[in-house]
């Protein structure tokens, strides 16, 4: 068994409106910056053991599909690295 | 009927169901998760508050408990499942209900008055009701949007699943109306089957006249 880390990264699908996002980039132009956009998104961070790569990811995509993302409004990406 | 509320660590809307199902007659009783459902219980309501103080995503934890398994066997038994404000966010992230119900558009919480206008009234949570009529509810959400797909959307409205949709006074579906952005002021829905529903604006909050209306309690008369 390997140390991995897999890093979840969950975002609103294109499309759906994120308010928090919006708000904080009006808050961002209040305070004199400019940006073309800003979006927001949430990062997990999983520590695990697995046999290999593979195996680590597809139990990292058990957890975001079945907890940490909600496929209605959420796209998501994993990545995995060997502690 | 007997009709179990199920509280979950953060629910508060739980006494209040208890005693508007009381009022119009219906037994119910209150259920911590843990326990599961009694084998006697023939109604289930999802009751509004912060299950889990909504980490993650309001009702997501809550989505997961064990009882919700059992909620949807005895759904699919046929037993009437309503779920309201949080309940309509647990009974979505189960998948007893379509779409999400996520950030409302202001990104602020809301407690205010809402007007609904029935979508479908040949459903048991709205049978008591006229299509096209108005009724006035309270909303206490912060995520209270309905989102969901386009696609989906247009199947839901072709197979008339939506229960209420926000409008102002006199029916009028308004973007001004629409308390929290939600896609096509969607108030509520039904599940695959229309004994199945999610609502976000409470109806056992308009229950009786002493606490301001009685607009809600033909919602509740789908467990008589």
């Not at chain 2, 009724?135 to 839901?156: C, M, T, V």
Request: aromatic share 6%; charged share 25%.
């Amino acid at each position: 068994m390997t140390g991995y880390t897999a890093t979840v990264t969950v975002r609103l699908k294109e499309g759906v409106l994120d308010p928090e996002a919006e708000t904080t980039r009006r808050a961002l132009e209040r305070l004199g910056f400019e940006l073309e956009g800003f979006r927001s998104a949430e990062r997990f961070e999983i520590d695990l053991e697995a046999q290999d790569e593979t195996a680590a990811q597809q139990r990292a995509e058990e957890m975001t599909e079945r907890l940490l993302a909600n496929p209605t409004i959420h796209d998501y990406d994993i990545d995995v690295d060997q502690r | 009927m007997s009709v179990a509320v199920i509280q979950f660590g953060g629910s508060n809307c739980d006494r209040d169901t208890v005693q508007a199902l009381a009022s119009i007659g219906v037994s119910a009783e209150l259920v911590w998760h843990e326990d599961g459902l009694p084998a006697d219980v023939d109604g289930v309501v999802l009751p509004g508050g912060f299950s889990y103080g909504d980490f993650l995503r309001a009702g997501a934890m809550a989505a997961q408990s064990p009882i919700m398994d059992e909620v949807r066997e005895r759904a699919r038994e046929g037993i009437p499942v309503l779920g309201i404000c949080n309940g309509a966010q647990i009974g979505c992230e189960a998948s007893l209900t379509p779409g999400a119900f996520t950030t409302n558009e202001s990104a602020r919480f809301q407690c205010e008055h809402v007007y609904l206008r029935v979508e479908n009234a040949e459903t048991p949570w709205t049978r008591q009701y006229d299509e096209g009529e108005v009724i006035e509810l309270p909303i206490a959400h912060g995520e209270g949007r309905f989102e969901i797909g386009d696609e989906r959307l247009e199947a839901l409205e072709a197979d008339d699943r939506i229960l209420f949709r926000y409008c102002d006074a006199e029916g009028n579906v308004t973007p001004e109306a629409n308390p929290n952005g939600s896609k096509h002021a969607v108030a509520g829905v039904t599940g695959d089957r229309d004994h199945i529903a999610v609502m976000m604006p409470h109806p056992e909050r308009m229950s009786l006249p002493d606490i301001g209306g009685t607009d809600g309690r033909g919602v509740l008369e789908a467990f008589v």
